[in-house]
């Protein structure tokens, strides 16, 4: 079945440094969404992606798609500690009712 | 403005026992979904349905039920309580309307003794 792969699987960065996490899959997805869950909590849902290349901003926070769909990021520009948590890349099986197939995720720490 | 609820926060329940947890959102969304998440398993997807009395099984149905008899409300049943169910499960719903992103509810963390 559709799989992806995130790594990494742990950061740990100091406050103010830069994160990013990689989601890769062997297969073109259609479209990837994003989710933070913070420690304790629920994931909640941060975006979604659709078109090749496709660069999407909230703040710090910067989601790509790559050009040929099978890979995404999330980039983190100086890390705040209310950036702690999980983030997880999940993408959409439109044909399966809308599901989701959740990547491992990638546990973000910092250090203030 | 909570808008996937989930009934129990925390559950202890012993082996064998018939157990439901049970999921209520007030989106009007057509899909809803249960995962379990464990600590190194990342989330998986036990069932799912994406209309009223449909049900299709995710990735680990075995030892679990689902029963969705209103649009609104998501039942996840298991039949005989082990102690291999001992997890975090957690419901969620989605719309075509709102492009399929999700709404979890708070989670309900089951401990079976």
């Known amino acids: 079945g559709q799989q992806v792969m995130q790594i990494p699987q742990y950061q740990h960065v100091q406050e103010g440094e830069d994160f990013t996490t990689y989601c890769n899959s062997s297969?073109?997805?259609?479209?990837i969404q994003w989710y933070k869950q913070r420690p304790g909590g629920h994931p909640v849902f941060l975006i979604q992606?659709?078109?090749?290349?496709e660069v999407k901003k909230q703040k710090r926070l910067t989601f790509q798609f790559g050009e040929a769909k099978k890979n995404s990021s999330l980039h983190i520009t100086a890390t705040q500690t209310t950036d702690v948590g999980t983030y997880f890349c999940a993408p959409l099986l439109y044909n399966q009712g809308g599901k989701l197939i959740f990547g491992q995720g990638t546990e973000l720490s910092v250090k203030p | 403005d909570v808008k996937v609820t989930q009934s129990s926060r925390y559950l202890v329940k012993r082996t064998g026992e018939k157990v439901f947890l049970e999921c209520v959102q007030d989106?009007?969304?057509?899909?809803m979904f249960w995962y379990r998440q464990d600590p190194g398993l990342g989330l998986r997807l036990i069932y799912f349905?994406?209309?009223?009395?449909?049900?299709e099984k995710g990735d680990i149905p075995e030892g679990y039920s689902v029963s969705r008899e209103k649009k609104e409300r998501f039942s996840l049943i298991l039949e005989s309580a082990s102690t291999n169910q001992t997890s975090m499960y957690l419901c969620?719903?989605?719309?075509?309307?709102?492009?399929?992103?999700?709404?979890f509810g708070s989670g309900t963390r089951l401990t079976v003794v």
């Open positions: 349905s994406y209309d009223v009395k449909m049900k």
């Open positions: 297969t073109t997805l259609s479209n």
């Open positions: 992606l659709v078109k090749s290349g």
């Open positions: 969620a719903s989605s719309s075509r309307r709102k492009n399929y992103g999700y709404t």
């Open positions: 989106m009007d969304h057509e899909n």
